[in-house]
């Protein structure tokens, strides 16, 4: 997994980047949301994809393909919660300003 952070670094920040801006967009369209059940199923996806990269069920560049995914998934979501967090503070901020 280290050789993969060494050699991917920069596929990792654009992840974080991309997930940022994606983030930063999700505050201003407000879509429609993610259903429990389909939020439930998409976290056992990520569970057994998961359960496969450690336990190399998933053989040669097939695993290597889903090793690389789930480890840019961490800064993808990060950068999400990140954008999110930060349009919001400013959006409300401004809000504040313009009610004072």
């Known amino acids: 997994m280290a050789y993969l952070v060494m050699f991917h ?12 801006a994606m983030g930063w967009i999700a505050v201003v369209h407000r879509g429609p949301g993610v259903s429990r059940t389909q939020a439930g199923w998409l976290g056992l996806l990520a569970a057994a ?3 496969a990269a450690l336990t ?11 090793e ?28 504040a300003t313009r009610t004072s």
Do not use: K
Request: glycine fraction near 14%; hydrophobic fraction near 60%; charge should be positive.
């Open 49 to 51: 994809l998961l359960a």
């Open 68 to 95: 690389l995914a789930l480890l840019m998934l961490g800064p993808y979501v990060a950068g999400c919660a990140i954008g999110s967090l930060l349009r919001a503070w400013v959006v409300r901020r401004s809000v």
């Open 56 to 66: 190399h069920l998933v053989p040669g560049r097939p695993g290597y393909w889903v």
């Open 9 to 20: 670094w920069g596929w990792l920040l654009g992840a974080l980047l991309l997930g940022f």
